[in-house]
């Protein structure tokens, strides 16, 4: 088995990293995965922009970040509260599982983007469907009263930081235990969703080279550890499929 999971989405990180990983399915592959990703150094929340002004650089122009949501490239400068500036956008919304901005969940750039201040209050704490309204600030993106829907070159970046967020966070570290379901509004519970949605954005977008980049930097220069689905992205359907 341990072969055929190299063979189908092999990495570098194989032979050390990810050792004690292969060959495992299921229930016995998250908490394998638990355990590597848990070894990790953590940020506080304002350490939080600088690091983002590194992992999410314009590759095409090293002052400036890309947002997540609606793509647009502006100066790593322009970031705070304002409407048009960027802030940082919980891509698990911090409410589910209510861990704030806390060092851990709610400082874990792997899920932690740069976005469109007035963006981000609309995406809020919603879970991730299709349909909708599409965002006036982000065309291309939807939503409604209790779901969000983001643009397809970033549907599957969200889905595996979701899938991340599930595996890293298991109940230890005094915080919830982030699990995934199939529902929307799911509130204040540690819950997110729709799974299976998040499956096919995940089949729909593969990983590209901007995210395969920004989890090198997060692994060489923050936080040391790795998000496995953008290195193994068939262990997302071994755990949830």
């Known amino acids: 088995a341990a072969t055929a999971l190299t063979a189908a989405g092999g990495t570098a990180y194989d032979d050390s990293y990810y050792q004690d990983a292969l ?11 638990h355990g590597i990703v848990s070894e990790q150094t953590k940020l506080s929340y304002s350490q939080v922009w600088d690091a983002l002004k590194a ?10 970040v890309v947002l997540l949501y609606s793509g647009r490239s502006q100066s790593k400068s322009e970031n705070g509260g304002a ?3 960027w802030n940082r956008e919980h891509v ?9 901005t806390a060092t851990g ?24 469907d299709e349909g909708g309204s599409e965002v ?7 939503t409604d009263s209790d779901s969000w829907e983001p643009r397809d070159r970033v549907k599957g970046d969200v889905a595996r930081m979701i899938f991340y967020m599930a595996v890293r966070y298991e109940g230890g570290d ?12 799911n509130g204040s519970n540690p819950l997110m969703g729709r799974v299976s949605m998040l499956l096919e954005w995940h089949e729909q977008d593969p990983p590209d080279a901007f995210e395969k980049n920004r989890n090198e930097v997060i692994y060489t220069d923050f936080q040391h550890n790795r998000n496995p689905f953008i290195d193994h992205p068939e262990w997302a359907g071994e755990i949830w499929g």
């Not at 992992?55 to 400036?64: I, K, L, Q, V």
């Not at 698990?92 to 704030?100: E, I, L, R, V």
């Not at 709610?106 to 919603?126: E, M």
């Not at 006036?136 to 939807?142: F, R, V």
């Open 136 to 142: 006036g600030e982000a065309p291309g993106n939807y």
């Open 174 to 185: 005094g915080f919830a235990d982030l699990e995934l379901n199939d529902r929307v509004g």
């Open 92 to 100: 698990w919304a911090k409410s589910h599982g209510d861990f704030g």
């Open 55 to 64: 992992t999410d650089e314009d590759p095409a122009d090293p002052s400036r």
């Open 23 to 33: 060959g495992r399915t299921g229930p016995a592959l998250k908490d394998a995965l």
């Open 105 to 128: 969940p709610g400082t874990d750039i792997h899920h932690l983007r740069p976005t469109d201040v007035t963006v981000n209050s609309a995406r809020g704490n919603k879970d991730f």
């Open 83 to 85: 409407a048009d500036e």
